[in-house]
């Protein structure tokens, strides 16, 4: 069945630190992905998403690569901040076979700190 | 635009009892989503409502909880009776579509002493 792994923290970085954050995934057919991200007492926020191959979600300085080859649609940013402490989730979702079916698979959470 | 909206934010109960959870989607939305994230362990998906029907349902871990979303607007999930292990954060969802990007509310913080 559908599942995704991620990499399992916690992330500890300073300021201005290269960030990835490993997804990889299995899956029926292509289905989109998504990142997805909590701050400290807020709910699930979508941070960027890829909807086919070799398609690079972007936001807040964020990016993200949808690799069909590798199965993987890994986090990056150059340069982190302490504001982009939180949890990040990692999360495949309706394929494009006509499926029904609209869940997202979830991984665990890559918890985030950033130190100034 | 008023985003999906969750009811209560916290609730503390004890073994045996009843809880019901309430989630308002964004308006027009016609998929509606619940999901759980117990301590520590990724967020499973529970059932997904088109409208007022359940189109999955496959997630909703046994007979205690019962989800609704009559009329098609909003949707409660009442656990019934509660056990120590549905202690978690219970998230709801809503889409236009089930291909689309799926906007989530705060969650539900359950904690079942």
């Known amino acids: 069945g559908d599942s995704v792994t991620q990499m399992e923290g916690p992330v500890t970085l300073s300021e201005e630190a290269f960030l990835t954050i490993n997804c990889t995934y299995t899956?029926?057919?292509?289905?989109?992905l998504f990142w997805y991200v909590q701050y400290p007492g807020e709910g699930l926020q979508l941070l960027l998403k890829a909807t086919k191959a070799d398609d690079k979600g972007s936001n807040k300085g964020f990016e993200a690569t949808y690799r069909k080859e590798t199965t993987s649609f890994h986090l990056e940013k150059g340069s982190v901040q302490v504001s982009d402490s939180a949890v990040y989730f990692c999360?495949?979702?309706?394929?494009?076979?006509?499926?029904?079916?609209?869940?997202?698979?979830f991984g665990r959470g890559t918890q985030l700190t950033v130190w100034p | 635009e008023a985003g999906v909206t969750q009811f209560p934010s916290h609730s503390v109960i004890e073994k045996g009892q009843t809880v019901t959870l309430r989630c308002d989607p964004i308006?027009?939305?016609?998929?509606l989503y619940w999901y759980r994230r117990v301590m520590g362990k990724e967020i499973k998906f529970l059932l997904h409502f088109v409208k007022e029907s359940k189109q999955d349902e496959s997630g909703m871990p046994n007979n205690r909880f019962l989800a609704e979303r009559t009329g098609g607007t909003y949707s409660t999930l009442k656990v019934q009776p509660a056990e120590l292990e549905d202690s978690g954060v219970y998230f709801c969802?809503?889409?236009?579509?089930?291909?689309?990007?799926?906007?989530f509310g705060p969650g539900t913080r359950l904690t079942v002493l």
């Open positions: 899956a029926t057919g292509y289905p989109s």
């Open positions: 969802a809503s889409s236009p579509d089930y291909t689309d990007t799926q906007y």
């Open positions: 999360a495949p979702g309706p394929s494009d076979r006509g499926s029904t079916l609209g869940r997202l698979y």
């Open positions: 308006s027009g939305h016609d998929n």
